[in-house]
């Protein structure tokens, strides 16, 4: 009885590392893609930079992630004051019991400052 409790504890403890293994990682390649679009934002407030440009360098920083992410998906406003970006995708995470999907909108909006 009590090696099946510690058979039962290891076996959910690997589950929770496993788990974890797969979704941490989906989890900070979107933290450094909010921040490459913040920092894009900021940056090309005052840049010469079509959206074209600012498109292209958000799909670069993304596929440099490997985010599953389609140029298609990547949104870019500027206006002669101000940047807006955004972009929406989902990370399918497939887990033996229950897969599931992640889903991100990461954006950012940036106004020059006169």
């Keep these: ?4 409790k510690a ?3 290891v076996a959910i403890f690997g ?10 990682p989906v989890y900070m390649s979107s933290y450094q893609f909010q921040d490459a679009i913040e920092e894009e934002a900021r ?3 005052y840049s010469q ?3 074209q ?12 992630l490997d985010l599953p992410l389609t140029a298609e998906q990547i949104h870019v406003q500027k206006l002669s004051n101000a940047v807006s970006i955004s972009a929406a995708y989902t990370v399918h995470i497939d887990l033996p019991v229950h897969p599931f999907d992640l889903s991100f909108t990461p954006n950012s909006q940036n106004h020059r400052a006169y």
Excluded: H
């Excluded at 009885?1 to 099946?4: F, G, P, T």
């Excluded at 589950?15 to 941490?24: F, G, H, K, N, P």
């Design 7 to 9: 058979l039962l504890a």
């Design 49 to 51: 930079k079509t959206e």
């Design 43 to 45: 940056l090309d407030s």
């Design 53 to 64: 440009e600012i498109k292209d360098s958000i799909f670069k920083k993304a596929q440099s």
């Design 15 to 24: 589950s929770l590392i496993y788990a974890a293994y797969r979704v941490v």
């Design 1 to 4: 009885m009590r090696s099946l």
